[in-house]
């Protein structure tokens, strides 16, 4: 039985992060690899977040917050995710599971997030209409007002996706944790080959036109290897 | 001629003549910027925003925030408008210089209007494509090296924000410095070439930082060494291979699919 009260705690964090991915500050505490980290750290295990939200980062490469462009929310998702896979943990099962499922759950409410965000951005559109006249007569109060409204219904948008990811996310996890064989192998390879599938693409995508980037990135791809030869 | 390329000589002097904006009102100004998309729609954009940052200098208009001439200057401020963010801080620094040097209304709308695309596109190019990559792809990096939550972490946001802050900050006085004048400021060298110089940072970068992060992720304690150089392998091959597909399946997407799948297949067996 899921505790509604004890997943408060992670709607009302999750409802700060997704309002910095575009409506304040916009500091980027709402990239995965800071979001999840936070999720994972008010379960207690900070590193559980940290091994999701670096997954959901490698995937976040590829979609860059680009004006009006649709995009998945990864604020309150990764939140969500980072706090499953440590709850997952706390559960019990193998951990390869609990990272793979969590990944996923992370995933999907990443691209929920997106969809609530265009209804946010159309209810913002509809107050907008609403007081026009008052905005072209330079009322100081009506645009205050509409940014305040935009703040609030950000906030909550964050908070219910954070709230109904973990609701919803809580017991398939947990009956697919009781079922989960241990192939911690298989699982690592698969979930590697997506995020390297994913942020190799990005990163072609985003740097192929620079001068040298291939040379840049081969030089790069031997440095690392050095690193992890003497490591 | 465009209003975004003045002629030297023409318009208000580059120190204008609406007087020093006070520090309490820049600073004002800055916070409200940390909130410029709050109500960021699809009929106005940005146009809000704009209007909500400027309001603080615009009280110093003759008559105050009762006065006719805030009035009319803060509902020409509220319009449709489109930009960055962070460089928004630009168009509301010089849009406020211009109103309180007593610029023409038709003029300050069509140099408004002139600063939309240059601010979007060259803030999508610095920060979008390649800032906010280089710093994402720094932190795997570090991550991949052995560091911690705490320290991964704090190197992303403490690299990522002095960018960011900076950049805000630096728009914010040049725009109110140098009013409709501002256009040149936007043709540094560092914003015209920067997205080149963080991109060839962001080519090295990725090189280092993927493997590494993807090594550690994998598991790396119970893979064998060949499973992740033929992972690694297959990364760059499909990457180049999604790189090329159509714009609609997008990377995010092909990791759902992969994770389902895989989930299902493991739960059925």
């Not at chain 1, 709607?11 to 980027?28: I, T």
């Not at chain 2, 950049?167 to 400021?185: E, N």
């Not at chain 2, 560092?190 to 993807?214: K, N, T, V």
Request: charged share 10%; net charge positive.
């Amino acid at each position: 039985m899921i505790d509604f009260s004890s997943l408060l705690p992670f709607a009302l964090v999750g409802g700060l992060l997704g309002l910095d991915v575009v409506s304040f500050p916009q500091v980027m505490v709402s990239r995965p690899i800071v979001a999840a980290t936070i999720g994972g750290a008010m379960t207690g295990n900070a590193m559980a977040g940290l091994s999701v939200g670096v997954f959901l980062e490698l995937v976040a490469l590829g979609t860059l917050p680009f004006g009006a462009s649709r995009y998945p929310e990864w604020g309150s998702a990764s939140l969500a995710g980072g706090a499953l896979h440590g709850l997952a943990l706390q559960y019990g099962g193998p951990a390869d599971g609990a990272l793979i499922l969590a990944a996923l759950a992370g995933l999907l409410a990443a691209w929920a997030g997106g969809i609530t965000m265009v209804w946010l951005r159309r209810l913002n559109a509809a107050w907008a209409r609403r007081v026009l006249q008052e905005l072209h007569a330079g009322d100081a109060r009506t645009i205050i007002g509409l940014q305040l409204s935009g703040l609030s219904a950000d906030y909550l948008r964050g908070v219910v996706l954070t709230l109904v990811v973990m609701l919803l996310a809580i017991p398939p996890i947990q009956m697919g944790m009781d079922a989960w064989p241990s192939l911690p192998a298989v699982s690592g390879a698969v979930l590697t080959t997506m995020g390297g599938i994913v942020a190799a693409g990005a990163v072609w995508k985003l740097f192929h036109a620079v001068p040298r980037s291939r040379w840049l990135f081969m030089s790069g791809l031997l440095v690392g290897f050095v690193i992890l030869l003497v490591s | 001629m465009s209003p975004i390329t003045e002629t030297p000589g023409a318009g208000p002097s580059v120190s204008g003549s609406g007087g020093e904006i006070p520090l309490g009102t820049k600073l004002s100004m800055f916070l409200r910027l940390l909130a410029i998309q709050a109500s960021w729609n699809y009929e106005i954009l940005l146009g809000n925003g704009i209007g909500f940052c400027v309001e603080p200098a615009l009280r110093r208009l003759p008559g105050g925030s009762k006065g006719l001439e805030y009035r009319e200057a803060l509902a020409r401020q509220s319009n449709y408008f489109n930009a960055h963010p962070y460089l928004a801080s630009v168009a509301v620094g010089a849009l406020a210089r211009a109103e309180l040097d007593g610029e023409a209304a038709l003029r300050i709308e069509r140099f408004r209007t002139a600063l939309c695309g240059p601010l979007g596109s060259v803030g999508d190019r610095l920060v979008w494509a390649a800032w906010l990559p280089l710093c994402s792809l720094i932190a795997l990096g570090v991550f991949g090296m052995g560091a911690g939550p705490i320290l991964t972490v704090v190197v992303f946001l403490l690299l990522y924000n002095a960018g960011h802050l900076s950049l805000r900050a630096w728009g914010l006085h040049v725009g109110m410095t140098r009013g409709l004048k501002v256009a040149s400021s936007l043709g540094s060298p560092w914003l015209r070439r920067g997205p080149e110089w963080l991109g060839s940072a962001g080519a090295l970068a990725s090189g280092i930082a993927i493997p590494l992060a993807l090594y550690r992720i994998g598991g790396a304690d119970h893979s064998p060494v060949w499973l992740f150089a033929f992972v690694l392998l297959l990364s760059v091959v499909g990457g180049l291979a999604l790189s090329r597909l159509p714009a609609r399946m997008e990377g995010w997407r092909l990791a759902i699919t992969g994770l389902a799948l895989y989930v299902l297949v493991t739960m059925v067996r």
